[in-house]
Structures are given as C-alpha cells and as structure tokens.
C-alpha cells in the first residue's frame, strides 16, 4: 500500500466511536493510586506522572484511572489513544501524543505493540484513561530503545486515553449508491472485503481520479489535514489484488503473524503542507465505501509503480499531527 499510494501517509473507527470518560483519577487523592503512581489532569489533557521512591513493581500493573463508556476494547481491533510514556528510573517522558494535538493507532493484542499494551488494554472501555506500569519483559525487554533512552532493565510508565477502536468486521452505516459513476463493478457485503469486475482494456487514469462513491456513509464530512481510520484494498487494472487491510501481516522469525486491521491514511495537506492522493475524500461522509483511482507515480528509489484503484471504507477522522517544531 505505501508503495501504490505512494503520495499517501500511511502513519502505523466506525462501530466504536470516541467515547468521554468520566472526571474521576488519582489525582485529587493527595496520594498515588496502584503500582505507586501519581497522574494528573483528566482524560484528554496530558497528564504529569509521578511516582513513589524506591524500585518499580516488578509485574504488570494497571489502573483504570477514569471509566469511559463505550464498548471493549477487543484483541485484534486497531486502537487509537492519545498516551504518554515516562521512564521509571529517571522520569523522562520518552514520547506523547499530546504535543502532536493528536492521537495515534496500533494494532492490539496481537503482538503489534510490546506485550505490557496488548495485555493491559484488552477488555478496557473506550472512553478510559488508564495507567501501565510496565516492566522490562513486558516493554522493549533485552534490546531496551536508545533512541529513546530505555534500557534493557527499565520500567516504563504510560497513561493511555482509549479514543476509539474499530476492526474489519465493523459494518458501515451506510446506503449503497444505485448506480456509481464507474465502469468497475463493485460487489461485496459492507462488513467485509469487496470484490470488482474490471472491464477489459481498462487503464490507469494521468490523474488522480475523482472518488466515486459507492455506499453513501451518515457521519459527518471528512475534513481536510486529517487522519483517516479505514479499510482499503487495491486492485491494479486487470482485477488483481494488491494489497488489503483485511490481509494479515506475514509471519517473521520472532513474531507471529498479525490478523489484518484498518489503517491510518493521510488526507491532505499533510503537517507540512504536502499534497497526497487522497485529498479528494474531503468532504465525503464517514462511513463511506469510495473508489478512488490512482495514476502510476515514482517510488523513494525513482522506480515506476503501476497505476491502481483503491477501494476505501472510511472509518473515522482525526486531526493529523502537527509538524515537529
């Protein structure tokens, strides 16, 4: 897909949309909460940590600092959160969403994020912040993270604010278009992956081509700068799959395979005023099914990449985060 979209910031919901928690945390009572952690601010600000002296817990600690609302949290499902990361030993905060002015998306439960996220977010409810007290073998274990000043022996601390969550089996609220402005037919129930039927001799367009709606979503207008949550697959003009969403990462020798889940596509401009492919979605409802056309483009290594089609469930939006300072 990084390839095919290649003008396109493929960045690392649907059924479950934001949800608020409620104002209830550790924070106002003058003592730290569980693992010995102190946090403030309430669901949705950054949070300061804190913690007691003295050596971490030595397992998994969580805390559901405030409860939200919305549905669980399940494994396999692409999970969008605002967090914060601090490192035990000396209290550097290592990286946070919050200073972005937006929330990022991980694949959880299935080994896609260190073990301490996947085992203590599963089964929390959207809309809660929570607190992780994460130990060496649940985090970046032996290797640690020196870019980030992490060690093979440190505990690190996140607040987590679950934002959204949202899997390939999450059916669109949508109405399907009677008779879309394409020579593709598309076919397919709106939960699942779609199927085309390509007219021979068809090809890649000079431009990019105007979205075609195919099921005309409810949500509001996608806006422009913005994160897009969704499902994709790419064909390219002789019917042939390219790539899906609902495709699942293959295999390597440390990790087992990653079932498929939505993704994070850019809808322009980007953080520092570039153009992408996808720019034309703004304005269409979330909630939609789009077909949107590709021309061949050139690769970082100046190669050629054929022109494709892609077909697009638009999930949910969020602000792209802003260009490092």
């Not at 000079?206 to 979503?217: R, Y």
């Not at 994709?232 to 293959?250: C, E, H, L, N, R």
């Not at 077909?291 to 969020?318: H, R």
Request: proline content about 8%; some cysteine; overall charge neutral.
């Amino acid at each position: 897909m990084r390839k095919l979209l290649s003008l396109v910031v493929v960045v690392a919901l649907g059924a479950s949309l934001a949800a608020c928690g409620s104002n209830n945390s550790n924070a106002g009572s003058g003592g730290f909460g569980k693992a010995g952690v102190k946090v403030t601010e309430s669901f949705g600000k950054k949070p300061t940590v804190t913690h007691r002296d003295g050596a971490p817990d030595p397992s998994l600690v969580t805390e559901v600092l405030s409860q939200g609302n919305g549905p669980e949290v399940k494994k396999g499902e692409l999970l969008t959160a605002n967090y914060l990361g601090q490192i035990w030993r000396d209290g550097k905060v290592f990286d946070n969403s919050y200073d972005r002015q937006a929330p990022s998306s991980f694949p959880i439960g299935v080994g896609g994020v260190i073990a301490g996220w996947d085992e203590g977010l599963v089964g929390k409810k959207i809309g809660s912040r929570v607190m992780l007290s994460i130990p060496a073998d649940k985090g970046y274990k032996e290797t640690g993270n020196a870019d980030a000043g992490i060690t093979k022996d440190d505990t690190l601390i996140f607040v987590v604010d679950l934002v959204g969550a949202a899997a390939n089996d999450t059916k669109l609220d949508a109405d399907p278009v009677a008779a879309p402005a394409t020579p593709f037919k598309v076919t397919g129930e709106l939960n699942a992956e779609p199927k085309v039927t390509v007219p021979a001799g068809s090809k890649a367009p000079a431009k990019p081509g105007k979205p075609v709606v195919i099921a005309t979503g409810k949500g509001e207008p996608i806006k422009k700068s913005t994160n897009l949550v969704a499902r994709y697959v790419v064909f390219d003009y002789a019917g042939k799959k390219q790539a899906s969403t609902w495709d699942g990462q293959a295999a390597t020798a440390t990790a087992a395979a990653i079932p498929g889940a939505p993704a994070e596509l850019q809808v322009g401009p980007g953080p520092n005023g570039e153009a992408g492919a996808l720019d034309a979605l703004a304005g269409i409802p979330l909630g939609s099914r789009v077909l949107v056309e590709l021309p061949a483009s050139k690769d970082e290594a100046g190669k050629t990449v054929p022109g494709a089609f892609a077909i697009i469930d638009a999930l949910v939006s969020y602000p792209s985060p802003k260009a490092a300072q």
